[in-house]
């Protein structure tokens, strides 16, 4: 009997709860195991103890799961993976965070390096066997079935299948490319989804572009206002920001060309949107931009020139390759592979993108120098004999003009053409061109892969560290020529041990090959003078005998220079006096009368006298006035209405109130005696007043209570109560309380401690 597809088999248990049987689908929630899988950390920069240990924890977590995971038969597999929410975000959380190959080189403690590459072998075979439909021929899902799963539940999407192609690309590609290729197979709405995300992907262009202040294809031709912000470009730009869009520009590139070096059926639908002549428009404004404004920028630390060097050469090199699989896949390959008459609209398509892209000088330069226009052109020559010879001359012309004024010796390291290379076609030109950068190691730390199809501008090494290479090859070759060498450590940007290894296998440039290994070094005399290549502070100023004739002699000063004012000639200088001495002269002139002059009459009026008026002086304005300040200004008490009185109440307030008035007046009845009394009788009288007063009021102060028995005799518990009350309030009174309004001055910074 043929086995079920999982999406049709039905599975018999017990119910857990019931204990009953119940008939189940194979991939039913309920299955599923209970488990929880936890986040993907990177790695720690740092060799910290603390945060190793616990890297190390959280990725044995993750990798135990993963092996539960891959150990598990096919059902309970496909159910953990559907119905698992945790494990998607873990391995979300792997193809977000996990580092990639051009990132720089972390300093990674061994068993930190052993577990992040176990992890990486787990996480793969997690998403290969996610990916087949098809494990044996009693465990497989239908094809249709599996499409509408991953789609459905998302265990794949675009992003995804981009980070895979960056992360696994690199020693896994025969897997992956299957791997790939089922998915879009089983599943074409990812095809859809590739589409509608292409002009996401043109507009991380046009963001870089807008970042580094240049014009992006299709923006607005509006003019600036006057008072908007300064333009920020590559060479103003912080040196932060400037790294985060080269690395972003690399991360981007790597990925795109990852992808389609992965899935080459993806490069119709990128074509759809004219994804040649932006890349290469995008390549002409960015590029040139963000080199010039590495170069000309000031480094306290010459590896960070060397990382965003090596990472603007990565990008560079993998737009150029990813725009010729475009050209090969649309154009070049269909044509080897189909028939004489079947092959004119992919000519058509091969001349309408190259003629789109004329105008890119720079990106033709640097994708004619990896990828030669004119093998191109060739094998379309030996393809059609109706080619439209005008139109291919015309790009060959463009691609000539583009090389003017620049040395084309570096095109001869990949291009080297041979007559099998043109009769093999696109395909041959691509295999060579592999073949050629395989050369080169494999590590994107230790090869020069960024320098890739343009040459970077890497600072010469001279002097005893160059004397240091050449001896470090010689010692292992002995039989090698310092020349030679040299002309090998120039090519491979001065790096010894790729020197050694390429040398050791065999695997150097075709023109190094040519020359004599035994061949010496020539030193080359400095033809310039030392004199006219002297170069300081002090160059070309006022006093440089070497770049003017004639120095002014006044302006040198041998020894100290003397002060020129001293105190006594500061004092004898009298001409600020003079000066003012003008001014104030004029002050001694006093006119009796201004002359008038005719016509000014009736402006000042004739009968007009200044003469003070003296008419009211002897009188004292307000002197003799009844009313004083005080009734002005003071206010009656504050009384509480009648209405609101309580009972009882208002016949005493209102004879206190007639008692305080009768003592008012009394007081200002009596005469003023200016005599100044005893002060501790007039004490005594003010005591009496407020006790008095108090009485009045109904307020009772026993201060016995607080002065208490004689010492010795003990103390009941009222002078208790009452001295410790006084304790606690003296503060409130008097001037008790300066230590703690000292304290909080003191606290706030007013006194100095």
């Known amino acids: 009997m043929p086995a079920l597809p999982l999406d049709e088999l039905q599975l018999t248990e017990r119910d857990p709860k019931t204990g009953k049987m119940r008939t189940l689908p194979a991939l039913h929630p309920e299955i599923k195991a209970d488990r929880s899988f936890v986040l993907y950390r990177p790695p720690p920069l740092a060799r910290d103890p603390a945060l190793v240990e616990e890297f190390l924890e959280r990725a044995k977590f993750i990798a135990d799961d993963l092996n539960w995971l891959l150990a598990l038969p096919h059902d309970k597999f496909w159910c953990q993976v559907i119905f698992d929410e945790t494990l998607h975000k873990c391995l979300d959380s792997y193809l977000r965070f996990a580092p ?49 799963i991953i789609y459905n539940n998302f265990l794949f999407d675009i992003p995804k299948i981009l980070d895979l192609c960056v992360l696994f690309g690199k020693g896994n590609g025969v897997l992956l490319q299957k791997m790939i290729g089922n998915i879009f197979t089983q599943q074409p709405s990812y095809f859809g989804d590739l589409d509608e995300t292409l002009p996401t992907v043109l507009q991380v262009f046009n963001n870089i572009l807008q970042q580094c202040g240049l014009q992006c294809e299709g923006a607005s031709a509006e003019p600036q206002k006057l008072d908007g912000k300064v333009t920020v470009t590559p060479g103003n730009m912080p040196l932060q920001e400037l790294k985060d869009i080269v690395l972003y520009l690399c991360d981007t590139c790597t990925t795109l060309w990852a992808f389609l070096d992965i899935f080459p059926l993806a490069c119709q639908t990128f074509q ?18 963000l080199e010039a404004a590495i170069k000309k920028r000031h480094y306290e630390d010459n590896s960070v020139f060397a990382d965003l060097w090596r990472r603007i050469s990565h990008s560079r090199k993998k737009m150029i390759e990813a725009f010729h699989i475009l050209i090969n896949q649309a154009c070049l390959q269909p044509i080897l592979e189909s028939s004489c008459e079947n092959i004119q609209p992919f000519i058509e398509e091969f001349l309408q993108i190259f003629t789109s892209v004329l105008q890119e000088r720079r990106f033709l330069r640097d994708y004619d120098k990896l990828f030669p226009v004119e093998d191109d052109v060739s094998l379309l020559q030996q393809a059609s004999s109706t080619l439209d010879e005008t139109r291919t001359a015309y790009i060959l012309q463009a691609v000539e003009c583009a090389w003017e004024g620049v040395d084309r010796k570096k095109a001869q390291v990949i291009k080297d053409p041979t007559p099998a290379a043109s009769s093999n076609g696109a395909s041959a030109i691509l295999d060579r061109a592999v073949e050629d950068m395989e050369g080169l190691r494999a590590g994107y730390v230790s090869e020069d892969e960024c320098a890739g199809a343009t040459a970077a501008p890497i600072a010469r090494v001279s002097g005893v560290e160059l004397d240091s290479l050449i001896s470090q090859v010689k010692d292992l070759l002995p039989d090698l020529g310092e020349g030679f060498i040299l002309a090998c450590l120039e090519e491979y940007s001065y790096n010894a041990e790729q020197v050694i290894n390429n040398i050791l296998e065999e695997k150097l440039e075709p023109y190094l090959d ?3 290994r035994t061949m010496q070094r020539q030193l080359k005399p400095d033809p310039t003078p030392l004199v006219t290549s002297r170069y300081n502070v002090f160059q070309n100023d006022e006093f440089d005998v070497f770049s003017r004739d004639s120095v002014d002699v006044s302006r040198i000063q041998k020894g100290k220079r003397r002060e020129k004012g001293t105190t006594r000639s500061l004092l004898n200088d009298k001409r600020l006096v003079a000066e003012q001495k003008e001014r104030y002269s004029q002050y001694r002139l006093v006119v009796e009368e201004l002359p008038v002059q005719q016509g000014e009459a009736q402006l000042y009026g004739e009968d007009y006298e200044d ?27 504050f009384t509480i209405p009648q209405v609101l009185r309580a009972k009882g109440q208002e016949e005493g307030q209102e004879e206190e109130e007639e008692d305080e008035e009768e003592e008012e007046e009394a007081e200002k009845e009596r005469t003023k005696d200016h005599f100044v009394q005893d002060p501790a009788v007039l004490r005594e009288r003010a005591e009496a007043r407020r006790l008095a007063f108090l009485a009045r009021k109904g307020y009772k102060h026993d201060s016995s209570a607080v002065v208490g028995n004689v010492k010795g005799h003990g103390q009941n518990r009222e002078t208790v109560q009452e001295r410790r009350k006084k304790e606690a309030n003296k503060s409130t009174r008097a001037n008790h309380n300066r230590r703690a309004m000292a304290d909080r001055k003191r606290s706030k910074g007013m006194i100095p401690s």
């Open 100 to 148: 990639r190959k051009f990132d720089g080189a972390l300093d990674c403690h061994p068993e930190v390096s052993d577990m992040q590459r176990g992890l990486h072998r787990s996480v793969f075979l997690t998403f290969l066997r996610m990916s087949t439909h098809k494990e044996s021929k009693d465990h497989f899902i239908t094809p249709s079935v599996f499409g509408e």
């Open 272 to 289: 759809k949107h004219e994804f040649c002549y932006r890349l290469a428009s995008f390549y002409e404004l960015a590029v040139p931009e």
């Open 611 to 637: 003469e003070y008026d003296d008419t009211y002086d002897g009188n004292q304005v307000g002197a003799n006035d009844a009313d004083s300040d005080d009734e002005l200004i003071s206010r009656r008490p």
């Open 514 to 516: 040519k020359l004599d």
